[in-house]
């Protein structure tokens, strides 16, 4: 079956680089996603990527290694507002080309 | 502005009543979803649609019914047959499910039991 597993919580300091990882089994991989969710609101969408590799879209970028199962999310100069909670999701064939959720990272940001 | 739009923004149910949580989309979008949360936990999958007139059960279908008699339109029953329904439920759309483009989402119901 389908599995995504990600940091509970993290912790960062403003300015400061972090870095979320996500991995996931799967069969039949066809793209993976984060988001950014604030607590009581929709998540919104940050990256997606289905090549191994690097997507970079400002202070923020993704990696994907499908071998490995393997993606992070990567914060640079963080932001008081960047405390949020960060959601990946992978679709596959096994899961019918339906996004399967990872339960998400907490991540707080300290002056 | 195109988006889409979810309604009430909170909910309260009473034992043995069934509630309808509304969901309207302007983009023009094909496959339209309906998610679950609960707290501490990741989106699970209830229904999806994806053309008009077809949906298939997600995940956690039991307790639930949708309807898609409209492109624009996908409402979420809650019914009395859901016996923990008390979570934050959020829509989304996409404009075709293989799509490398991510899934909208409404701003979300907050259902409680009264």
């Known amino acids: 079956g389908q599995n995504i597993d990600q940091p509970t919580e993290m912790t960062a300091t403003e300015g400061a680089i972090v870095q979320i990882n996500c991995t996931y089994q799967?069969?039949?991989?066809?793209?993976l996603f984060w988001y950014q969710q604030h607590a009581g609101e929709a998540p919104t969408f940050l990256s997606y990527n289905v090549l191994d590799g690097l997507e970079e879209k400002g202070r923020f970028s993704s990696f994907l290694s499908r071998s490995k199962g393997y993606s992070y999310l990567l914060l640079k100069e963080l932001q008081m507002k960047d405390s949020a909670s960060y959601l990946c999701a992978v679709r596959a064939r096994d899961s019918n080309y339906q996004l399967i959720w990872g339960a998400g990272t907490k991540l707080i940001i300290k002056p | 502005d195109g988006g889409i739009t979810q309604s009430p923004k909170y909910l309260f149910r009473k034992e043995g009543q069934n509630v309808t949580l509304s969901c309207e989309q302007n983009?023009?979008?094909?496959?339209m979803y309906w998610y679950r949360q609960d707290p501490g936990q990741g989106l699970r999958l209830i229904y999806y649609s994806q053309i008009v007139n077809d949906f298939q059960k997600g995940d956690i279908a039991e307790g639930y019914s949708v309807s898609r008699e409209k492109k624009e339109s996908f409402p979420l029953t809650v019914t009395s047959a859901q016996k923990n329904p008390t979570a934050f439920y959020l829509c989304?759309?996409?404009?075709?499910?293989?799509?490398?483009?991510?899934?909208?989402f409404g701003d979300g119901t907050r259902l409680s039991i009264l």
């Open positions: 983009l023009n979008h094909d496959a």
């Open positions: 799967t069969s039949g991989f066809n793209g």
């Open positions: 989304a759309s996409i404009s075709g499910a293989l799509s490398n483009q991510p899934q909208h």
